[in-house]
């Protein structure tokens, strides 16, 4: 069984910042935290170490490159044995389009995002990525107006 890991509230305050500026130089952070920059650093690498703080990544822009349209897609699949999980979620691992795959409860068993430059391009990805999949027996496709909040930057 995993336990939740307690935090303080300057901890909690160096992920807050971090969330919203991985690349904040650490003399910064101490500053915004109120921590000398020796014990921020601390703080940061003994969350690095116990695994709360589990990389640092480039947040990109897919419009930019070609994800213009987001499509949440709710998939169902056939049977409920594991293979089937497993042979579904290796098939979204090879699919480029398929930015998140979350195994859910519910009526279905998958919510996927979806990123594609057009309603044409997820037209192809419907039929001819998850229409193909055996253990799919059902997809409904949500197309995203907007994104007024999106923490993943």
Do not use: W
Not at 85 to 111: D, Q, W
Request: glycine content about 6%.
């Amino acid at each position: 069984m995993q336990y939740m890991i307690e935090i303080d509230s300057i901890n909690h305050q160096i992920l807050q910042e971090l969330e919203t500026d991985g690349r904040v130089s650490n003399t910064d952070l101490a500053s915004r935290v109120g921590l000398s920059p020796s014990a921020c650093l601390r703080r940061v690498q003994d969350l690095e170490r116990r695994g709360i703080i589990k990389g640092y990544r480039a947040v990109t822009d897919r419009k930019a490159l070609g994800g213009a349209v987001t499509v949440f897609v709710m998939v169902g699949l056939n049977a409920h044995l594991k293979k089937d999980a497993k042979a579904f979620e290796r098939a979204m691992a090879s699919a480029p389009e398929v930015r998140e795959v979350h195994n859910i409860t519910g009526s279905v068993e998958y919510l996927l995002r979806v990123e594609v430059e057009s309603l044409e391009s997820y037209k192809d990805f419907h039929a001819n990525t998850l229409g193909v999949i055996p253990q799919v027996s059902s997809i409904t496709s949500h197309i995203a107006l907007a994104s007024p909040k999106d923490l993943r930057g």
